[in-house]
């Protein structure tokens, strides 16, 4: 858990990499997304990360992934029709699966998140410059995340917006 003491002791590791988030200092959508993922690294210990492109058609794309072996980026799925979308798409909210069985209910890939080191999941919404979400902000860890550690994973998401609708299509 990111205490008090801690994030204090990491502010300015954080901020350099909010400042590569939101403006990429011209090293473009990679650094932005490698940024976001050491930033899940260093505050609540995530197993692993992924950044996906969420187009209007319903497709959704890996921009991102720390385990590319198990996640390969460029891979472009259909999100289809589920209360899982209704939540994290339509709605903007943050989808959380605290345990291995929440995970099992809504993920066919449970047992690779397991096997991973993911015993939660955070799917967190990354809204465009309209307001409209263009992409996912996917953290797994070994423990359930904390009300807090989930907000600063949010403000990451938050921040992913830029580098998302700018990273080349795959």
């Given at each position: 858990m990111a205490e008090p003491d801690t994030l204090f002791a990491i502010w300015p590791e954080l901020c350099?990499?909010?400042?590569?988030?939101?403006?990429?200092l011209g090293e473009g959508p990679a650094a932005a997304f490698a940024a976001a993922d050491q930033a899940a690294?260093?505050?609540?210990?995530?197993?692993?990360?992924?950044?996906?492109?969420?187009?209007?058609?319903?497709l959704s794309c890996r921009l991102f992934s720390s385990v590319p072996q198990a996640y390969p980026v460029g891979v472009a799925k259909p999100l289809g029709s589920s209360p899982w979308r209704d939540r994290v798409v339509d709605r903007a909210?943050?989808?959380?699966?605290?345990?291995?069985?929440?995970?099992?209910?809504?993920?066919?890939?449970f047992e690779l998140v397991g096997s991973l080191g993911g015993r939660c999941l955070a799917n967190i919404p990354v809204p465009g410059a309209n307001g409209r979400i263009v992409g996912l902000f996917n953290v797994a860890g070994g423990r359930?995340?904390?009300?807090?550690e989930l907000?600063?994973?949010?403000?990451?998401?938050?921040l992913l917006g830029p580098a998302v609708a700018a990273a080349p299509p795959n």
């Open positions: 350099r990499h909010a400042a590569k988030l939101a403006w990429g690294e260093r505050l609540v210990a995530r197993s692993y990360s992924t950044i996906l492109r969420l187009d209007e058609g319903g909210e943050v989808f959380i699966a605290e345990t291995p069985a929440e995970i099992a209910v809504h993920f066919p890939d359930a995340f904390t009300p807090s907000r600063l994973l949010q403000l990451i998401g938050n």
